[in-house]
């Protein structure tokens, strides 16, 4: 439960710091507003999506 608990914190506090992000943009005039996520990192993506967030680009990178 204490789990539970934290993760809709988590994208709750997430949810408001997008929605003051976003009013701080349109207040500014900004024609969009852009971030970099890990592919890995499935609860950010899906939190963005659910905020209007559309995936524009794709980054590759060859480690050795």
């Known amino acids: 439960m204490l789990w539970m608990t934290f993760v809709k ?3 709750t506090i ?3 710091l997008l929605h ?4 701080w ?5 900004l024609d969009y507003l852009e971030l970099n996520v890990l592919a890995e990192n499935i609860g ?5 999506n659910k905020h209007g967030f559309k ?5 590759m990178r060859l480690e050795f």
Not at 20 to 23: D, L, N, P, S, V
């Open 9 to 11: 914190t988590y994208v």
């Open 14 to 16: 997430g949810s408001v």
């Open 20 to 23: 003051e992000a976003k009013k």
């Open 25 to 29: 943009a349109e207040e500014r005039k």
């Open 44 to 48: 950010a993506i899906n939190l963005y």
């Open 55 to 59: 995936e524009m680009c794709h980054t």
